[in-house]
Nanobody, 124 residues
């Protein structure tokens, strides 16, 4: 079993930055691939970013490419999402997710473990 706990959300002005963190506990962290998803009110949960087990390979949604950076620290069992140049359309609840197989990374239902979510609001 894996437990995921997000932190770092909040209110930020457009153009600002936030850093989200996800702390994992339970099974071997390095055996999991990690991702961030987000869900805005009235919308479906959408893929944001993914990082491989080693941390070498990353993938991003087109909407955040060049602005967000995902990384992981296997020794500390954490994954981080650095969000820069935030826009009002980035407002959502952000979720940390993990899976231990090689299924398609963009599909939320492929992820076995989820955090409780952290609210990010971008507004002036």
């Amino acid at each position: 079993q894996v437990q995921l706990v997000e932190s770092g959300g909040g209110l930020v002005q457009p153009g600002g930055s936030l850093r989200l963190s996800c702390a994992a506990s339970g099974r071997t962290f390095s055996s999991l691939t990690m991702a961030w998803f987000r869900q805005a009110p009235g919308k479906e949960r959408e893929f944001v970013a993914h990082v491989s087990r080693s941390g070498i390979t990353t993938y991003y949604a087109d909407s955040v490419k060049g602005r967000f950076t995902i990384s992981r620290d296997n020794a500390k069992k954490t994954v981080t999402l650095q969000m820069n140049t935030l826009k009002p359309e980035d407002t959502a609840v952000y979720y940390c997710a993990a899976k231990d197989d090689y299924s398609f990374i963009y599909i939320s239902t492929n992820y076995k473990y989820w955090g409780q979510g952290t609210q990010v609001t971008v507004s002036s």
